[in-house]
């Protein structure tokens, strides 16, 4: 009678545990969400200027390294046409 007593007791805990995984799960998303809205009320987002600003400096940026690696490329085929005396 205690081994089937035992055994009951088993089978409640793993039910037990079973159920308490799945009450874990949202509760834990809702907690991350809430985090998550905390943390970006907290973000410092940049004015329109800013945000313009560096744009134009990524694309001025762009554009000067395009053209140097043209400049490099062009340089570099030149220089094998002349060493190999062939047009490419």
């Known amino acids: 009678m205690a081994k089937e007593e035992k055994a009951n007791a088993k089978v409640a805990k793993a039910k037990d545990a079973k159920v308490k995984a799945k009450k874990k799960g949202p509760n834990r998303i809702v907690k991350y969400l809430r985090d998550l809205k905390s943390e970006i009320k907290k973000v410092v987002w940049p004015s329109r200027k800013q945000v313009l600003n560096n744009t134009g400096i990524v694309l001025a940026v762009m554009v000067i390294m395009g ?21 490419l």
């Open 67 to 87: 053209v140097f690696l043209a400049c490099v490329d062009y340089g570099l085929s030149f220089l094998v046409e002349l060493l190999l005396g062939i047009d």
